[in-house]
Every structure is written in C-alpha cells, then in structure tokens.
C-alpha cells in the first residue's frame, strides 16, 4: 500500500465504462468507500460501498476511477475488483492499481459521467510549435478535418472520450463540445494535449483518449467547473429525495 494511503481513509469509486452502446442518458453512480486494510499481495481492502442504502456487491473484474481523500490530498488512479470477501459482519472488496497514484487539484477533480458528442482535430507540426508559444494560428478548415468521439467525462483539467480513430501519445489536439447550463447552449473550443489513447476493452474497434486542456481560456474552466458543480448538486439533492 502506497505510504500515502492509510487506514480510514475514505475513497470515491467510479465505473469505466467504456460501450458506445451504453445509456446515453444514464448518469454512474459515484460509491463511497474507505480504506480498511492492506492484503498479503498488496490489495487495498476497503468497505463494501452503500448505495441509497443498499450494499453494492460490485463484480470482480469491473475497473473504477478512484480517487483517495488522504492526508497528502487527493490521489488518484484507475483500479480493478480483484475479490470480494466477507470478514465477520463486514462485506470487502479488494481492489488492485491498474495506473501510478497521481496527486490531483481538488478544483480539477470533480468528474462529471456524461455520453456526449464531441469532435477534435489532430494539429500539424507548425501549428502546434505556434500554440505551445502562445500565439494564434490562423488556419481555414473543413467539416470533414473533425473526427466524431464521445464524452465520457468531463472536467476542469480534461475530457475522457472515446472514438473510432487511435491517435499517437502526446500529439496535440483541438477538441469542440457542446454543454446547456441553466438553459443556455455552450460551446467550448479548447486545445489539449493527449495524455493516453488505448484499445477499449469492451469493444475492439474503438479506442478510449484521456486529454489534458492546454492553455484553456481560465473563463472557459471556470463555466466547466461551475457546470460541473451543478448538475452534481441537482444529483446529490435527487439521491436524497429533497425537493
């Protein structure tokens, strides 16, 4: 167990779920966990999650965005459901990293699950040396230079989408989305630099991209943001069933 994680401390699970085929409409549920023990292998064993009152039995094998809310801040990495146990009257799970433990800005963190459309663009040599500096790029552009993804979160710091194209390491992108927030339509061009680009593993023929904005208009962030926060409170008031 990573030194920086210690018994106690709570954690936020996220499902990967990466089918192009799944509800557009449907929200993931963010589980809370905490921290209980370390295994022989090195597992982390943490509590069962509840669930609007009910303990999720969450399946072995499933892959989860988690996020440890710890003395050192917030660490983050992608884990897999290794087992699940029953120790007495507590339900465990024991979950394995899959990616190194990452330290987070807490304004950054809050990921919105969403199934939205969005289109990017691989950027050439010289306009990329030009956007790295700062400066504009002027370039005409066609339809038909955008490739289709779609958003399966969102947040202050970069998008996870997947698409039908693999895009190298590194490369610089510009992406363009769409988002209403109380009621009014907006659109976002922002650059980004490609953090990850993998075979999905639930579908072959896609591939799943983690992008990180690049030099984002700090307005531009702080509507993302404050949108985030938004739809995440209207959610934690749902699950409570206050009105």
């Not at 089918?19 to 597992?43: C, F, H, T, W």
């Amino acid at each position: 167990m990573d030194k920086r994680i210690t018994i106690g401390d709570k954690i936020d699970l996220k499902k990967i779920d990466k089918r192009l085929s799944a509800d557009l409409d449907k929200v993931m549920p963010n589980y809370i966990s905490q921290v209980l023990d370390e295994a022989e292998n090195g597992d982390l064993l943490v509590a069962m999650p509840v669930y609007e009152g009910r303990v999720i039995p969450l399946n072995v094998g499933d892959e989860y965005d988690t996020t440890f809310y710890t003395k050192s801040g917030l660490l983050n990495c992608r884990t897999v459901v290794t087992g699940r146990y029953k120790k007495g009257a507590l339900f465990l799970l024991a979950l394995s990293t899959l990616s190194e433990l990452k330290k987070i800005q807490r304004r950054e963190y809050f990921r919105l699950n969403c199934r939205n459309p969005l289109k990017y663009r691989v950027l050439g040599e010289d306009e990329r040396n030009e956007i790295e500096k700062g400066n504009t790029y002027d370039i005409q552009l066609e339809e038909d230079e955008w490739k289709n993804g779609i958003m399966l979160d969102l947040s202050g710091g970069g998008i996870r989408f997947v698409s039908a194209f693999r895009d190298e390491k590194d490369v610089m992108l510009q992406v363009r989305f769409e988002f209403v927030h109380e009621g009014n339509p907006i659109m976002v061009y922002s650059y980004a630099q490609l953090l990850r680009c993998e075979v999905s593993e639930n579908n072959k023929s896609i591939y799943d991209h983690r992008i990180k904005f690049f030099h984002m208009d700090r307005n531009v962030r702080e509507s993302i943001i404050k949108y985030i926060f938004d739809i995440q409170r209207q959610m934690r008031v749902k699950e409570s069933g206050m009105k």
